[in-house]
């Protein structure tokens, strides 16, 4: 009985069939691209299984190329492969794979080919094109500020962190650090000064404050991209930061008493900012020789708005050779429309102070033949409570005889309160709410009294505390 039991198993099992060979290679993929950047791409697909399109694959090939499509199994196995791939999924679930390393502005052609336990090859996949992005230099640098060393001589300067290409992208691992180059005037060669690493934000000059110096940040990549730099920092004792405009015919001057917005501590914005100018070519024709927009930039290149405390910010306007001095006028937009703020002539250009970035304009316009108040900021109420914003209040003025100028505070029963002061600039008197004693006014209506050149002028404000 034994016997015949083993040989009834041998039978069945030399009944059994031979297990088939696996010759069913996986189906192709169908890539597609997902985002760039400057130096990778992102690739996509659904995974395509075993046997055709059911199952799960052993591995995945990603071979890529500049030189052109892959199209052939000669071309596909010409082409370097991609390093670090994903391991397959089951079949229909969706993949990617970030590609790295690649140049930038340059179109590459892929190809993906799967493999199953078997080694059975799938077809090739389509061969998709992608582009990486353009090599867009590093943004400008942000929060720059300097402070002076009296004893040494020395000047420090330094600067916020960056984290965006100029194009918004992130930064990555072509962005080396920083130049810091120096220049004896805003229109004289900035040369090299020191290069640094991306990580250090800030850099002493030993004996800088020996002479007069304008240095500039640029931020820098391995690509040999520098960013633009528009903004310099003075080592002289205002340590002024000067945003100026690509074709230098503005410039906003912030001394270090008014720069407390510039930085995030100091503005509704959180974060550190810097201003630029875009000029306005359309609006320039009869009387109008400059037409500018003076915004303020986010370190993440937005936009964004804030108010420089009492006295103000000094912005600059140089008009074209031949223009007559003696009818220019620099106007602002109030939302409305461009009123007259006036100016001063600083060398070759002119000048007056602002609270705000905004539109502004030089141009032609008939100017006072005698003494008169042009405007008042705030044109109405100031709160004089040490917050940085409308202190004082600034009465600006016309004065074409360059006769001297004084001006008085009165309450509304006619006693004089107190003198108004020279500034924010030559052409303005301000009054910080004190009476003549140093101690703070009451609140309530005031009147101020200009007198120059054989007239006078008279308003009132509103003081609140």
């Known amino acids: 009985m034994r016997h015949a039991a083993l040989a009834f198993t041998m039978l069945a099992c030399a009944a059994l069939p031979a297990r088939a060979a696996d010759v069913t290679p996986p189906a192709a993929a169908a890539l597609s691209a997902g985002s760039a950047t400057r130096r990778s791409v992102e690739i996509r697909w659904d995974a395509p299984g075993d046997d055709g399109a059911v199952g799960t694959a052993a591995s995945y090939d990603l071979r890529y190329t500049p030189i052109g499509p892959i199209d052939t199994a ?64 590093p943004a400008p640098v942000a929060g720059i500020r300097g402070t002076r060393d009296e004893g040494t001589g020395a000047f420090t300067l330094s600067w916020s962190a960056l984290s965006l290409y100029s194009d918004g992208s992130a930064l990555d691992q072509d962005f080396t650090g920083y130049e810091l180059r120096r220049s004896t005037s805003l229109t004289g060669v900035f040369a090299p000064v020191a290069s640094l690493s991306s990580t250090t934000l800030s850099y002493t000059d030993p004996g800088s404050l020996t002479a007069a110096a304008l240095y500039r940040i640029h931020s820098a990549d391995a690509l040999g991209g520098f960013s633009t730099a ?42 550190d900012v810097r201003c630029e100018w875009t000029r306005r070519p359309a609006e320039e024709s009869g009387p109008v020789f400059l037409s500018y927009d003076l915004s303020v930039v986010q370190a993440d290149l937005g936009a964004g708005d804030l108010i420089f405390p009492q006295p103000g910010a000094e912005l600059y306007l140089t008009p074209p050779a031949g223009a007559d001095w003696s009818r220019l006028a620099v106007f602002g937009d109030n939302g409305v429309d461009y009123t007259k703020l006036g100016g001063l002539r600083s060398g070759d250009s002119l000048v007056i102070t602002v609270t705000r970035p905004g539109r502004y304009r030089l141009q032609e316009a008939a100017r006072a033949s005698a003494f008169q108040v042009t405007r008042v900021v705030p044109s109405k109420v100031f709160t004089p409570n040490g917050d940085g914003i409308n202190d004082a209040i600034a009465i600006h003025f016309e004065n074409p005889g360059r006769d001297t100028v004084s001006g008085d505070v009165f309450d509304v029963t006619g006693s004089r309160v107190g003198s108004l002061k020279l500034g924010p600039s030559g052409d303005s008197l301000s009054w910080d709410g004190k009476d003549g004693s140093g101690q703070g006014a009451r609140p309530g209506v005031y009147i101020y009294q200009l007198r120059g050149g054989g007239s006078s002028a008279s308003g009132t404000v509103v003081l609140v505390r």
Not at 236 to 261: H, K, M, Y
Not at 265 to 270: E, I, K, M, V, Y
């Open 230 to 271: 528009r903004t310099a920092l003075s080592n002289d004792a205002d340590t002024r930061v000067i945003f100026t405009s690509p074709d230098g015919a503005a410039r906003l001057e912030v001394p270090a008493a008014v720069q407390g917005p510039l930085f995030a501590a100091g503005n509704p914005l959180g974060e």
């Open 74 to 137: 000669a071309k596909f196995a010409a082409a370097p492969a991609a390093a670090g791939l994903p391991v397959p999924a089951a079949a229909g679930t969706p993949q990617s794979f970030a590609l790295t390393g690649l140049l930038a502005a340059t179109t590459y052609y892929l190809a993906l080919r799967s493999a199953d336990e078997a080694a059975n090859l799938s077809p090739l996949s389509n061969s998709l094109q992608v582009l990486t992005l353009t090599a867009a230099p």
